[in-house]
């Protein structure tokens, strides 16, 4: 099994990330990122025992939703998500990745009675190419939400350059982690920021040693 394989080395390389920087395994989340993958390469995935899937197309998502209904699964939505599709997605995914704009908050409030869990998805790195909020930006966003009384802020989420530069992919996760450090210190009750969700199959590694809980691998584990 394929998966299974693929599985078991990248939870070594997590065990050796975490030893490198005085972690404990059991603060990693890994969602295997099934988007591009068919049901049966999920199922394959699930059945090695990874029970956090994220998906990133409205599509791909209801299709793997329906057809694990009932399994133990976690599902994230880690892509952009368009307002006019908040209705057919929020009664479903567990945790949204990728809140970016007030117009996204006021819609998923809108569309549910109970708090949902968001990470605030954040351009670190300030590049044309990726969506998010500016760093500078975080704080006074999260003061806006508090408005929003269904929307919950766990974390906050970025996506690094694609380089093999060590240097650079630490200095977008330490900006991160920074970044969480200053949301907790406001003590809002509407947005605790415990968690990080940095690091994907060329980078995850990094991001453990940096503050990461929740790493999103895709390639690396299911192709």
Avoid at 126 to 149: A, T
Avoid at 200 to 214: F, L, P
Wanted: hydrophobic share 35%; with cysteine.
């Amino acid at each position: 099994m394929q998966v299974a394989a693929n599985l078991k080395e990248i939870n070594r390389r997590i065990e050796d990330a975490c030893k490198n920087s005085n972690r404990s395994v059991k603060d990693i989340t890994l969602i295997g990122v099934t988007k591009y993958v068919t049901i049966e390469r999920t199922e394959e995935a699930i059945k090695a025992g990874v029970c956090d899937l994220g998906e990133n197309r409205l599509e791909g998502f209801r299709e793997k939703y329906d057809y694990f209904q009932g399994t133990d699964v976690k599902w994230h939505f880690i892509g952009t998500l368009q307002s006019r599709k908040v209705k057919d997605v929020i009664h479903q995914v567990d945790v949204i990745h990728s809140l970016d704009r007030l117009s996204l908050a006021k819609e998923i409030n809108k569309r549910t009675e109970k708090k949902i869990d968001c990470f605030i998805q954040v351009n670190v790195s300030k590049e044309q190419s990726k969506h998010g909020i500016l760093p500078e930006e975080v704080l006074p966003f999260i003061e806006k939400l508090r408005e929003y009384e269904n929307i919950r802020v766990i974390g906050l989420m970025t996506m690094a350059p694609h380089t093999e530069d060590e240097t650079v992919l630490r200095q977008v996760f330490k900006r991160l982690a920074s970044l969480k450090a200053e949301v907790q210190e406001k003590h809002y009750e509407s947005a605790p920021c415990a968690y990080l969700s940095m690091g994907m199959s060329n980078d995850y590694e990094v991001a453990i040693e940096e503050g990461a809980t929740h790493i999103r691998i895709g390639t690396k584990l299911v192709g």
